[in-house]
């Protein structure tokens, strides 16, 4: 008598959370993203951010590389530009430059990171439509029904289930605060038939579709009348994560100065959205006491020369000094240390 074995394969995830922008915040925040967001959303992760050094990531010596990277489904890197208004030329040409640029105040203005304009507003805008594109040539769309926008910098404090979030009919949601009289670039939960829609900014303000900018536009404002432009409909929902940082994290913006209570190495950036998620979710609860953060500014090096006299035996102990350090650096990066 024969036996068939049926085997039951696990359905694809029908969520996708992209992470947008250089990776920060630390492997303590990361780690809420994974138990809080992707293990009960049943959701895929993204990644598209700056150039990561592979040399660095993949060196067996060093063993040691951000958590998002290996729990990544897709992965797309972007060029860092000293100057994002060549970045910018690529949606449509030149045109913006003479049209617009001029229109908006240079501080906190839509085109921060083009020469001369502050802040980071033109590269908010160029990871979605570098995103954009993505999207489409992967045909992910049909892959995903759900599509959550966010940022590695983010410590969430309690579940956010994404399932839980009705899109479709233009429905999109987003968390109340930071949003600077307009809707906050920080985190989009949206549908795959809306998800074009909401991260398509700046071709839309090139395209003339939206009323002259007036003198105080900033990506906040920006957003609000492309998706009002859209028909978009923003729900918010209960804040369960604040923006946070480690002191090695760099910022075109404000920087975080208050530590986040029982978070070893965390700090906060805005008060208000981390006493918000304090209405909504339990207390962050202390360290194991046997946790300790040990300092790895200095590390214990030794006279290689002097120690060794074969010249194979000191290549390999610069080596592995070098291997030693480049750890260290990247123990403080990723939050392990403080």
Not at 26 to 43: C, F, H, I, K
Not at 112 to 124: F, N
Not at 199 to 206: G, K, N
Request: one cysteine or more; a positive charge; charged letters at 25%.
């Amino acid at each position: 008598m024969s036996h068939l074995m049926q085997t039951f394969s696990q359905p694809p995830n029908r969520t996708l959370v992209v992470i947008m922008g250089n990776l920060r915040g630390g492997e303590r925040a990361w780690e809420t993203l994974q138990r809080n967001v992707l293990d009960p959303s049943m959701a895929d992760l993204a990644l598209i951010i700056g150039q990561l050094d592979e040399e660095e990531l993949n060196d067996p010596l060093v063993n040691l590389k951000p958590s998002l990277i290996d729990r990544s489904k897709f992965i797309w890197y972007f060029q860092e530009y000293k100057d994002w208004g060549y970045a910018v030329d690529l949606i449509s040409g030149t045109a913006w430059r003479e049209n617009l640029l001029k229109l908006v105040h240079p501080a906190n203005g839509p085109f921060g990171g083009v020469e001369g304009q502050d802040g980071s507003g033109a590269i908010i805008m160029m990871i979605r439509w570098f995103l954009t594109n993505h999207i489409i040539d992967f045909g992910l769309t049909k892959k995903y029904d759900k599509f959550v926008i966010t940022r590695s910098d983010h410590y969430y404090q309690c579940l956010h289930n994404v399932s839980e979030f009705p899109v479709g009919n233009k429905q999109v949601w987003i968390p109340p605060g930071s949003d600077y009289f307009g809707y906050t670039d920080r985190h989009l939960i949206v549908g795959n038939d809306d998800v074009l829609d909401a991260l398509d900014i700046f071709p839309t303000f090139f395209r003339g579709e939206l009323e002259r900018p007036d003198r105080k536009l900033n990506p906040e404002k920006l957003i609000k009348q492309v998706w009002e432009k859209k028909g978009l409909k923003v729900n918010h929902f209960n804040r369960t994560m604040f923006t946070c940082a480690l002191k090695t994290d760099t910022t075109r913006w404000r920087r975080a100065s208050s530590p986040v209570p029982n978070v070893p190495c965390l700090r906060m950036k805005y008060i208000n959205e981390y006493e918000m998620v304090q209405h909504n979710c339990p207390p962050i609860a202390p360290p194991n006491p046997s946790f300790t953060t040990t300092s790895t500014k200095t590390v214990e090096t030794v006279d290689c020369k002097e120690r060794y006299r074969s010249k194979a035996m000191r290549r390999k102990c610069y080596t592995l000094q070098d291997a030693k350090r480049k750890r260290a650096k990247l123990e403080r990066t990723l939050g392990l240390t403080c």
